[in-house]
Each structure stands twice: as structure tokens, then as C-alpha cells.
């Protein structure tokens, strides 16, 4: 089974500061592992995606997480936080061709 | 490319009433479909997957009866919420798979349903 836990369910930085949001997962298996990001009455957003090819994966808007086994963790982190970037993110894991199973969320604020 | 389309994107219905929401793949086939219910500041929660062709599976908890899930076509699943009560008010969310895909899952912008 599938499982995925994100630490700290608020993040709050200042605008220009590290972002770094926290998830380690459970799998029984390989995972595929995912960060998404919600906006408010919206859909979620792909940020970035591992799918075993290599383990620190660059994404958009200036994201990337780094895939560590021994750790079973996948954190994502931005070098510069900016205010655009205040919303709810997700981690999920699946493996296989498989549903997507979600952590509880971070809520990140950016103040100025 | 990987765009899901969800409609309405949000809807008001009266108590004992059923309401369908349509979840699209717009450029992509997709065999597999999941919904998702989510409440206020919280995660998102699995009701079922949805398969073209076949029976949905949905997640332990989950009524089939008041939550009828149909996939007749590789581009179109619709979910219904039959005989919807206030306790049913949730935004839902769709998401899509290409088939054969790299495990890239793309999800609709959700439709808010509100009970009154």
C-alpha cells in the first residue's frame, strides 16, 4: 500500500526566502511520486513528477524536489519564494498505472 | 496537451434532487478516470476510479447508489450525485489518465456542488 505524509500543514515565509515544503512516503514498491499546487476554487497543477529517472527533478516555476530512497522522503523547494507562490500543495505517490493517493496538504503563505 | 475538461464548474440544487458533473479529456484518450471529493481545507479524498467500459471501483466508505459513476467512452466520465442532500455539498474533482501514458495525471478545475 500507498501512503504519503506531509510535515507541517502551514508554511509561512517571506517573500525572497528558501521554500521547503516537506513529504515522505510508504510504498510497497517503486513509487511515482508527484507535487501539485491548488489555487483557491481550482483544479490542481502539476508542478513536477518522479518517475524513477533521476532522482532530483526540476519543475515549473522554479520548483524541484529530490527523490532520496534511503530517506523515503521527496521535499520540494524553491531558492526564492515569491508572493505568487502562496497556495496549497500536495504530494501524492502511486505506483504502477495506479490512483493517486494524496498527503493532508501545506498551506504556504508568502508575506512580504 | 493532457487537458481534462470539467463542467459545471459549479452548480445549487435542492435537497432530493440528482446533479451530473461531466469529467472531459479534451486531446487524449483515457481508459481510467478518478473522482475525488474534497472539504474545505482538506486533502483530497478518492471516491472511485472509473474505467470505460466497465463498473467503476469505488473506495470502501463510498455509496455506488448515491454516487453512480458512468465511463461509457474513452473521452467522457460523468458522476452523479443522486437524491443530494446539504451533507453531499463538497467541491469534486476529476482526473485523467492518458492511456499507455508516463503516469501523468491531469485533473479538472473541480466543481463546487452546493445543496440547499
Known amino acids: 500500500a500507498q501512503s504519503v505524509t506531509q510535515l507541517g500543514s502551514h508554511v509561512s515565509v517571506s517573500e525572497g526566502a528558501l521554500v521547503l515544503l516537506r513529504c515522505n512516503y510508504s510504498?510497497?514498491?517503486?513509487?511515482?511520486l508527484f507535487w501539485y499546487v491548488q489555487y483557491p476554487n481550482q483544479g490542481l497543477q502539476l508542478l513536477l513528477k518522479y518517475t524513477s529517472a533521476a532522482t532530483l527533478v526540476k519543475g515549473i516555476n522554479g520548483f524541484e524536489a529530490e527523490f532520496k530512497k534511503s530517506e523515503t522522503s521527496f521535499h520540494l523547494t524553491k531558492p526564492s519564494a515569491h508572493m505568487s507562490d502562496a497556495a496549497e500543495y500536495f504530494c501524492?505517490?502511486?505506483?504502477?498505472?495506479?490512483?493517486?493517493?494524496f498527503g493532508a496538504g501545506t498551506r504556504l503563505a508568502v508575506h512580504p | 496537451g493532457a487537458v481534462v475538461s470539467q463542467h459545471p464548474s459549479w452548480v445549487i440544487c435542492k435537497s432530493g434532487t440528482s446533479v451530473k458533473i461531466e469529467c472531459r479529456s479534451l486531446d487524449f484518450q483515457a481508459t481510467t478516470m478518478f473522482w475525488y471529493r474534497q472539504f474545505p481545507k482538506q486533502s483530497l479524498m478518492l471516491m472511485a476510479t472509473s474505467n470505460e467500459g466497465s463498473k467503476a471501483t469505488y473506495e470502501q466508505g463510498v455509496e455506488k447508489d448515491k454516487f453512480l459513476i458512468n465511463h461509457a467512452s474513452l473521452t467522457l466520465s460523468t458522476l452523479t450525485v443522486t437524491s443530494a442532500h446539504p451533507e453531499d455539498s463538497s467541491f469534486y474533482i476529476c482526473?485523467?489518465?492518458?492511456?499507455?501514458?508516463?503516469?501523468?495525471?491531469?485533473f479538472g478545475s473541480g466543481t463546487r456542488l452546493t445543496v440547499v
Open positions: 482526473s485523467a489518465r492518458p492511456s499507455g501514458g508516463d503516469y501523468g495525471y491531469t
Open positions: 501524492a505517490v502511486t505506483r504502477g498505472y495506479n490512483k493517486l493517493i
Open positions: 510504498s510497497s514498491g517503486p513509487p511515482s
